[in-house]
């Protein structure tokens, strides 16, 4: 792990970008002393690590006293990308738009991203569990399919905050069930690219009890903010 | 309005027995001489206000800060009741607990009991706002038809919880898109006496753009202990 470049912020947050083999990711530690439990935050495929609503919301988490990080999925950000991944969203983003059934394209996209993602997760995560800086517990917080599939496979993440949830590959709404660690579903009720029953029906699938919905008006990017507070104290209740 | 008993509570909570005409109520004031803004806490028809998870829920409101209102509806907890308000209640009872058809029956008990809750509630309001330790705005907590019908009626109430939702007499139902104050609706995903689709669909319906859904798991007196923290936050956040 090298870290590549890093800024402290006003509120004292140390904001550090990191390499990691091929994966670019970012690291966000407090500004206190004491090793800081951790939250991986993980965003769907079509966004860059270094998208700002992505940055505030780490940015804001750290400050609650946690460290975060992140990293761009293979294909994604600043990674290289084929001319038939391309493709593929592109065919995704206009069925979508057109409202056309996407399961199918939906599937071949997603699917093995997920796949990809996971083991290069772990790897992360072992690495910066070694760091001083950073302690146990683990969270988890974002990208719905990826967040089933981990905390399905990594024992050490003990609470996830997903968002979204109607759109998730065949092989995570199945495993859903097998989800025991406390739960916490953001839905935008109107969310353009996220059906709204399937999401629903995603959160009564989870097999954990402790599992909270939390919806708000409006689209895919139109969460309120003080959801990002309710989250940090989601966090609180698990891994403080 | 006769104060007729009252208590300091450790947490510096003034807790107040009063009477306003038949009405009973109690008033809980918090330690501050500070006037504090108004929550008026109703319950759904079955209970007492003296309810042991009401008279918390009220305690911890007024401890973060709020003056907390609640008055037993006619024919509820201190009041006398006729042998065919009994009848009509132990009814619907049964026709829940039996699964049966209870859209009638409810209408017949609930419907009349909403329309005269709503006189009492303003009185209670206008003579709680002459209190001196008493400031607006006013938010409402609790029994959600009621709720409805205050929210369209009163024009002095600013921001509202409810809680369950499921069974909601036909003219609350209709009249919910009238509802324009910012709203958090609390629903146990797994509620008996409560419809879960007709909890969304009423939570679909409301007219405001601030609103907010918490679900959790389990029955209906199950709603996890932090749901009261949020539910005072929302209130902040309104409120304050």
């Given at each position: 792990?090298?870290?590549?470049?890093?800024?402290?912020?006003?509120?004292?947050?140390?904001?550090?970008?990191?390499?990691?083999?091929?994966?670019?990711?970012?690291?966000?530690?407090?500004?206190?002393?004491?090793?800081?439990?951790?939250?991986?935050?993980?965003?769907?495929?079509?966004?860059?690590?270094?998208?700002?609503?992505?940055?505030?919301?780490?940015?804001?988490?750290?400050?609650?006293?946690?460290?975060?990080?992140?990293?761009?999925a293979a294909g994604?950000?600043?990674r290289?990308?084929?001319?038939?991944?391309?493709?593929?969203?592109?065919?995704?983003?206009?069925?979508?738009?057109?409202?056309?059934?996407?399961?199918?394209?939906?599937?071949?996209?997603?699917?093995?991203?997920?796949?990809k993602?996971?083991?290069?997760?772990?790897?992360?995560?072992?690495?910066?569990?070694?760091?001083?800086?950073?302690?146990?517990?683990?969270?988890?917080?974002?990208?719905?399919?990826?967040?089933?599939?981990?905390?399905?496979?990594?024992?050490?993440?003990?609470?996830?905050?997903?968002?979204?949830?109607?759109?998730?590959?065949?092989?995570?709404?199945?495993?859903?069930?097998?989800?025991?660690?406390?739960?916490?579903?953001?839905?935008?009720?109107?969310?353009?690219?996220?059906?709204?029953?399937?999401?629903?029906?995603?959160?009564?699938?989870?097999?954990?009890?402790?599992?909270?919905?939390?919806?708000?008006?409006?689209?895919?990017?139109?969460?309120?903010?003080?959801?990002?507070?309710?989250?940090?104290?989601?966090?609180?209740?698990?891994?403080?």
């Amino acid at each position: 792990m090298h870290f590549t470049s890093g800024q402290r912020l006003d509120d004292g947050v140390l904001e550090r970008e990191f390499t990691l083999g091929e994966i670019p990711g970012t690291l966000w530690t407090p500004g206190s002393t004491a090793p800081a439990p951790l939250i991986l935050m993980a965003h769907n495929n079509g966004l860059p690590k270094a998208e700002p609503r992505l940055v505030a919301r780490a940015r804001h988490t750290t400050a609650y006293g946690y460290a975060v990080a992140s990293i761009d999925a293979a294909g994604c950000g600043d990674r290289p990308r084929s001319a038939a991944d391309e493709q593929r969203r592109a065919d995704l983003r206009r069925a979508i738009q057109a409202g056309e059934p996407v399961d199918e394209i939906f599937e071949s996209v997603v699917g093995p991203l997920v796949e990809k993602a996971v083991p290069e997760w772990q790897t992360t995560l072992d690495t910066l569990l070694a760091l001083p800086e950073i302690a146990g517990p683990v969270g988890y917080s974002g990208w719905t399919a990826l967040g089933i599939r981990l905390a399905v496979a990594e024992p050490r993440i003990t609470a996830a905050g997903f968002f979204a949830g109607g759109y998730v590959p065949r092989a995570q709404r199945e495993e859903a069930r097998q989800v025991t660690i406390p739960l916490l579903l953001l839905l935008q009720w109107d969310d353009e690219g996220n059906p709204r029953q399937r999401a629903l029906d995603l959160f009564d699938a989870f097999g954990t009890k402790e599992k909270t919905l939390h919806a708000n008006m409006g689209g895919h990017t139109g969460t309120p903010w003080f959801e990002l507070e309710d989250g940090c104290r989601f966090y609180d209740r698990h891994l403080k």
